[in-house]
Protein backbone atom coordinates (compact mmCIF):
# COMPACT_ATOMS: atom_id res chain seq x y z
CA UNK A 1 0.00 0.00 0.00
CA UNK A 2 1.17 3.80 -1.28
CA UNK A 3 2.27 6.06 1.85
CA UNK A 4 0.86 9.30 1.35
CA UNK A 5 3.02 11.89 0.16
CA UNK A 6 3.98 14.97 3.25
CA UNK A 7 5.47 17.76 3.02
CA UNK A 8 6.20 20.92 5.40
CA UNK A 9 3.63 23.45 5.48
CA UNK A 10 6.39 26.34 5.06
CA UNK A 11 7.09 24.73 1.50
CA UNK A 12 3.46 25.59 0.81
CA UNK A 13 3.38 28.76 1.93
CA UNK A 14 6.56 29.50 -0.70
CA UNK A 15 4.68 27.94 -3.25
CA UNK A 16 1.78 29.93 -2.45
CA UNK A 17 3.79 33.42 -2.42
CA UNK A 18 5.40 32.53 -5.56
CA UNK A 19 2.76 31.77 -7.38
CA UNK A 20 1.34 34.95 -6.49
CA UNK A 21 4.41 37.11 -6.90
CA UNK A 22 4.56 35.09 -10.27
CA UNK A 23 1.34 36.18 -11.13
CA UNK A 24 2.05 39.93 -10.51
CA UNK A 25 5.23 39.39 -12.73
CA UNK A 26 3.34 38.09 -15.96
CA UNK A 27 0.33 40.63 -15.29
CA UNK A 28 3.23 43.00 -15.72
CA UNK A 29 4.77 41.93 -18.29
CA UNK A 30 1.62 40.97 -20.62
CA UNK A 31 -1.18 43.32 -19.14
CA UNK A 32 -0.20 46.60 -20.87
CA UNK A 33 0.77 49.51 -19.02
CA UNK A 34 0.32 49.28 -15.48
CA UNK A 35 2.23 49.64 -11.73
CA UNK A 36 3.86 45.98 -12.09
CA UNK A 37 5.19 46.61 -16.14
CA UNK A 38 9.03 48.18 -14.25
CA UNK A 39 9.33 45.44 -12.26
CA UNK A 40 8.35 42.54 -14.40
CA UNK A 41 11.18 40.67 -15.08
CA UNK A 42 12.71 40.21 -11.41
CA UNK A 43 9.13 39.39 -10.19
CA UNK A 44 9.12 36.38 -12.55
CA UNK A 45 12.33 35.30 -11.93
CA UNK A 46 11.62 35.45 -8.15
CA UNK A 47 7.96 33.91 -7.67
CA UNK A 48 10.00 31.34 -9.88
CA UNK A 49 12.96 31.12 -7.29
CA UNK A 50 10.36 30.95 -4.52
CA UNK A 51 8.47 27.85 -6.34
CA UNK A 52 11.27 25.86 -6.86
CA UNK A 53 11.79 24.20 -3.26
CA UNK A 54 8.79 22.34 -3.55
CA UNK A 55 9.22 21.14 -6.38
CA UNK A 56 13.07 19.79 -5.61
CA UNK A 57 11.52 18.32 -2.47
CA UNK A 58 8.30 16.13 -4.43
CA UNK A 59 10.86 14.92 -7.05
CA UNK A 60 13.52 13.82 -4.83
CA UNK A 61 11.04 12.18 -2.78
CA UNK A 62 9.25 10.58 -5.50
CA UNK A 63 12.46 9.54 -7.30
CA UNK A 64 13.77 8.04 -3.41
CA UNK A 65 10.39 5.93 -3.44
CA UNK A 66 11.28 3.74 -6.17
Do not use: C, H, Y
Not at 30 to 57: E, K
Amino acid sequence: MRESLKFPPWLLALDVVGTIILGLGLFGQFGGDNLFSPFAIPLIIIGALLMLPLLVFLVTRVTNRG
